[in-house]
C-alpha cells in the first residue's frame, strides 16, 4: 500500500518558469510533511518542511503548499533554474509516540529537469 | 545546516565477509537514527530506526541478524552487513533527526555497497 505517491515521474520546465512538484497522500495520521532534492549516488537534501497546522511554507524560492482535505501538497519552485534539475522526493511522517515517532514515508520520486 | 557524514562512501567486497557503515551527526545530537536502503530506480525503503542507547526497531521483512544496528552514542550508529552476499548489494544511507518535534531528517551521502 503507496501511502504516499508522486504520480509524476517526470518533469520539465524552462529555466525561469514556475516547477511545480505534487504529492498525494492516504494516511490521515500524517502531519509532517517534508520535501528532499536528491542527485545520484548521494543521500537526499532537506529542502522545505509544514506541519500539518499550516497550509503553506515559504522559504526563498521554494514554496510548500498543503491541502488536508484533499490530502495533497505541492512544491512550487519560482523561478527555475538548471541547477534545480533533481529527483524530488515529498516525505510524511507522524509524531505519534511509540516506534513510529519520526519515521518518514517516502514517495517514488519526480525526476525534474530545467532546461536553459 | 545540519551535516551527516556517512563513511564509507564505496565498499567492493568477496562474499561472505562483514561490512560496517558508519553514520555521523557532525553539528547535533541525534537521538534517532534511521537506515535507508535504496534500489535503482526506485524510493527509499526504511531498514530500521536507531535510537541511542536502545535496540534498533526493524521494519518488516528486514533480518535484524543480518544488519545489525548500534547506536552508541548521540553521534554515532553503525550499521554492519553480516556476511555479506551479492543480493546485499545496494546503496545504503542513513540519517539523523533531533529530539525536538518536527525536526527533518538530515541525510548521509549514502554508500555504495556491492559484493561480488
Known amino acids: 500500500d503507496q501511502q504516499v505517491k508522486q504520480n509524476s515521474p517526470s518533469l520539465s520546465v524552462q529555466e525561469g518558469r514556475i516547477s511545480i512538484l505534487n504529492c498525494d497522500y492516504t494516511?490521515?495520521?500524517?502531519?509532517?510533511f517534508l520535501w528532499y532534492k536528491k542527485y545520484p549516488a548521494e543521500g537526499p537534501t532537506f529542502l522545505i518542511s509544514i506541519s500539518s497546522i499550516k497550509d503553506k511554507n515559504e522559504d526563498g524560492r521554494f514554496t510548500v503548499f498543503l491541502n488536508k482535505s484533499a490530502k495533497h501538497l505541492s512544491l512550487h519552485i519560482v523561478p527555475s533554474q538548471p541547477g534545480d534539475s533533481a529527483v524530488y522526493f515529498c516525505?510524511?511522517?507522524?509524531?505519534?509516540?511509540?516506534?513510529?515517532?519520526?519515521?518518514?514515508?517516502f514517495g517514488q520520486g519526480t525526476i525534474l529537469t530545467v532546461h536553459p | 545546516g545540519a551535516v551527516v557524514s556517512q563513511h564509507p562512501s564505496w565498499v567492493i567486497c568477496k562474499s561472505g565477509t562483514s561490512v560496517k557503515i558508519e553514520c555521523r551527526s557532525l553539528?547535533?545530537?541525534?537521538?534517532?537514527m534511521f537506515w535507508y536502503r535504496q534500489f535503482p530506480k526506485q524510493s527509499l525503503m526504511l531498514m530500521a530506526t536507531?535510537?541511542?542507547?536502545?535496540?534498533?526497531?526493524?521494519e518488516q521483512g528486514v533480518e535484524k541478524d543480518k544488519f545489525l544496528i548500534n547506536h552508541a552514542s548521540l553521534t554515532l550508529s553503525t550499521l554492519t552487513v553480516t556476511s555479506a552476499h551479492p543480493e546485499d548489494s545496494s546503496f545504503y544511507i542513513c540519517?539523523?533527526?533531533?529530539?525536538?518535534?518536527?525536526?527533518?531528517?538530515?541525510f548521509g551521502d549514502g554508500t555504495r555497497l556491492s559484493i561480488l
Open positions: 553539528d547535533f545530537q541525534a537521538t534517532t
Open positions: 494516511n490521515s495520521m500524517f502531519d509532517y
Open positions: 536507531s535510537n541511542e542507547g536502545s535496540k534498533a526497531t526493524y
Open positions: 516525505a510524511a511522517a507522524y509524531n505519534a509516540g511509540g516506534t513510529s515517532y519520526g519515521k518518514l514515508t
Open positions: 540519517s539523523a533527526r533531533a529530539r525536538s518535534r518536527n525536526q527533518p531528517q538530515h
